[in-house]
């Protein structure tokens, strides 16, 4: 039997709770007293529907903890539907609520039948939402070289529909090895641009004393060396897109100079005094804090907002769902045609750990170790020892079809980390993870737990 949809119920009446949580037979209802504790039950369950009661410790007469609460749903959770429920009669909290983004609005005294309805309503509303969102993803055309089945990317992939027509300045901010120049090139393979060169260039990789005349270009004896006049690589991009990855790296003096740039898209090469107009689209990236470098005085503020028109966020591998087997899959495809190989796939232990391991490194670290593991596999399918990573716990559970097994194996993967937080201890567990103290002990039994 398929598990009922979830309710967050926030309310710091007990007997209000009680009354809630047996009222609404169709929905598995959680409960929380106060904003802190409703956060943390919004983390772990993900409920489609909450319930907040306005008036929330420590401001029990007043809406502002209900407000605050909502306001905080929301951020981690903007599609979750949310319904204020409210003792205060006055009428400018519900248009307060609603203005914040709640779902509805419900007064005090509670009518469970009434409410019920306006809940089965909400999920009725979520259910459709996510429906759509999940058929948009699926009829969205990913860029070329971009390798993703995560909601995370397919956000980025829209991000990058929607801005890629516009001539607007995108800085692209990830860790190393997200995949930032690939999302720069989708980004230029989709503009008016897309006819232009896509021009790029690592400020990390240059020396200080050349980077400026390699952006910038200089005249025949600007300096000892120059026999001859040489544009630079923003001139070079003329007509197309000019991608600045490592902008954190680039040195002070050059970004005064670059700021002009961006500002009358005009340069002066090095030892010249001809302003030479430039069109070209610009696309920086950097895997630092730029705000960070700010208040440290190692990047201009102006030169901050100027690139910051747009910003697009590129997430950890770690952070993207399943995608780390779609890409996986898809590395080791491309090795065996470069390598000539005839590798079948994955043993369920290479899948296993490549789902556990954490990939600092990003998609950089996963097709580097595709490729070795390529190279240097002697069987017919690659094993963890050939990527060169640690086997996985319950690996021979995780990747199985049965859905017994696969239940089993997430089961006892949660039941230990809950047991590893509570240091063993089996009450504090149990709450933990919502069960009752004879039931986690009958789930240990089952499932062959130590402890």
């Given amino acids: 039997m398929e598990n009922p949809p979830k309710i967050l119920v926030v309310e710091d009446d007990p007997g209000l709770q009680k009354q809630m949580k047996w009222s609404f037979d169709e929905f598995e209802v959680i409960t929380a007293g106060d904003r802190k504790a409703a956060l943390q039950q919004l983390l772990k369950h993900k409920p489609p529907v909450v319930t907040v009661d306005l008036g929330l410790p420590p401001d029990p007469d007043g809406s502002s903890e209900g407000l605050a609460t909502l306001e905080e749903i929301l951020s981690h959770a903007p599609n979750t539907k949310v319904i204020i429920v409210s003792g205060n009669e006055e009428r400018q909290n519900a248009v307060n609520s609603v203005a914040s983004g709640a779902y509805d609005f419900y007064q005090k005294p509670i009518d469970p039948e009434v ?47 929607k801005v890629a027509p516009s001539d607007a300045t995108v800085l692209l901010l990830g860790d190393s090895g997200t995949g930032k120049e690939l999302c720069a090139r989708a980004l230029h393979n989709k503009s008016p641009s897309a006819k232009g060169r896509f021009v790029a260039i690592n400020c990390a990789a240059i020396p200080e004393n050349l ?51 961006l500002q009358e898209r005009v340069v002066e090469r090095i030892g010249g005094r001809q302003e030479i107009p430039v069109n070209v689209r610009v696309i920086c990236a950097t895997h630092q804090n730029l705000e960070d470098k700010i208040s440290k005085s190692e990047f201009r503020e102006d030169l901050y907002y100027r690139i910051n028109e747009i910003p697009i ?3 950890a591998l770690r952070e993207r769902g399943g995608d ?3 890409l996986a899959r898809s590395f080791l495809e491309t090795f065996n045609r470069e390598q000539k190989k005839k590798i079948k796939g994955f043993t369920k232990e290479a899948l296993s750990a490549i789902e556990a391991h954490e990939w600092p490194g990003n998609v950089r670290e996963l097709k580097n170790r595709i490729k070795r593991a390529v190279i240097m596999a002697d069987g017919k399918h690659i094993t963890p020892q050939d990527l060169e990573l640690a086997e996985s716990e319950d690996s021979t559970n995780l990747n199985s079809f049965n859905l017994r097994d696969v239940r089993e194996a997430a089961e006892k993967e949660v039941i230990l980390k809950a047991l590893s937080n509570t240091g063993g201890k089996i009450s504090p567990a149990a709450e933990l993870l919502g069960v009752s103290r004879p039931t986690l002990y009958d789930l240990i039994q089952k499932l062959n737990i130590e402890i």
């Fill in 324 to 326: 780390v087997i779609l």
């Fill in 313 to 315: 966020n590129i997430p």
């Fill in 115 to 161: 409410l019920n309805q306006i809940i089965k309503r909400a999920y009725r509303v979520y259910e459709l939402e996510e429906e759509n969102r999940k058929l948009s993803m699926q009829q969205m055309d990913l860029p070329d070289g971009l390798i993703a089945n995560s909601t995370q990317m397919h956000n980025v992939c829209h991000r990058i529909e």
């Fill in 211 to 261: 980077l400026e005349s390699e952006l910038f270009g200089y005249e025949k004896g600007a300096f000892t060396g120059a026999n001859k006049t040489t544009p630079g690589k923003i001139e070079y991009a003329e007509g197309g897109t000019l991608f600045l990855d490592e902008m954190g790296e680039l040195p002070m003096p050059l970004q005064a100079k670059l700021l002009r740039f």
